[in-house]
């Protein structure tokens, strides 16, 4: 068994982060080479949060893209299980946010398990999920459960690590993945392992076509997918029809 299958235990994955939370977003920045923050404005730009819209992003972390969300006017519930990233994210937020007079107010931070939530039924006019749906024991179950929140004609934006398109450079990348990455990590992260996990578990998660057919399996509909970086990450967005 490997690590990521191990760690998808949802007690320890909730640790696993709560360990990492203080340095999760500079570890991001650093080893995506600042990648993430483009991704994080495709997945705002397509979310199209309006103003007066009630957004959840599901396994938010610290809320980096909970902020993008509730910029675009929209209020943001930031929901994840890790509470210490949760803490790590709603201080930031009080301290030194720089778009801290766009979103006061309009991002709340909530505990829960993507596989429970402790919303009502379509609590929400669209729920989104970066780099969080890899990380749920049950997926399928979990996109089911977004679906409960979310109101009828509703949508779902979905970021996550996928396959790069073209076979050699994809190649190139699981090669970055297990040994460039654990090796910066090793010297830059307090807690390596979990970057091992992370390479693992984006080298056992679908591709684009296969993520369609669970978010499909899920009862959602009109799903599309955008590839980011020849696909390195993909955009899955759908609709609850
Ligand atoms: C890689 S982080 C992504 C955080 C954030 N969405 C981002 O874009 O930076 C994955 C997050 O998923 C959360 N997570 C994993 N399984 C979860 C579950 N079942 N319910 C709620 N959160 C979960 C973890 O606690 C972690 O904060």
Redesign the pocket.
């Known amino acids: 068994m490997t690590r990521a299958d191990l760690d998808k235990r949802?007690a320890e994955?909730?640790a696993?982060?709560?360990a990492v939370?203080d340095r999760?977003?500079l570890m991001?920045d650093l080893l995506s080479m600042g990648q993430?923050r483009l991704w994080?404005k495709h997945v705002q730009r397509i979310l199209r949060a309006r103003p007066g819209e009630r957004v959840l992003?599901?396994?938010?972390?610290?809320?980096?893209?909970s902020v993008t969300f509730a910029a675009s006017g929209a209020d943001c519930v930031a929901?994840?299980?890790?509470l210490g990233?949760l803490h790590a994210g709603s201080a930031r937020l009080a301290i030194k946010d720089p778009q801290r007079n766009k979103t006061r107010g309009r991002v709340s931070f909530a505990a829960?398990?993507?596989?429970r939530l402790p919303f009502r039924d379509g609590a929400f006019d669209a729920v989104t999920?970066?780099?969080?749906l890899?990380?749920?024991?049950g997926a399928r179950d979990?996109l089911a459960e977004m679906r409960r929140v979310t109101r009828p004609g509703g949508r779902l934006v979905v970021?996550e690590f996928s396959r790069i398109t073209v076979p050699p450079l994809d190649m190139l990348y699981r090669r970055y993945l297990t040994g460039v990455l654990p090796a910066v990590a090793r010297r830059a992260a307090r807690n390596p392992e979990a970057y091992e996990y992370?390479a693992e578990s984006i080298n056992g998660w679908p591709a684009q076509r296969e993520l369609a057919d669970v978010i499909r399996a899920a009862g959602w509909s009109a799903v599309r997918w955008r590839d980011l970086t020849l696909g390195v990450v993909a955009i899955h967005v759908a609709r609850n029809l």
């Not at 890899?134 to 024991?137: A, E, K, T």
Request: hydrophobic letters at 40%.
């Open positions: 949802p994955v909730a696993m982060f709560d939370a999760y977003d991001n993430v994080r992003d599901l396994a938010a972390g610290t809320g980096t893209s929901c994840d299980f890790s990233m829960g398990d993507a596989r999920i970066s780099f969080g890899r990380n749920v024991h979990g970021c992370l």
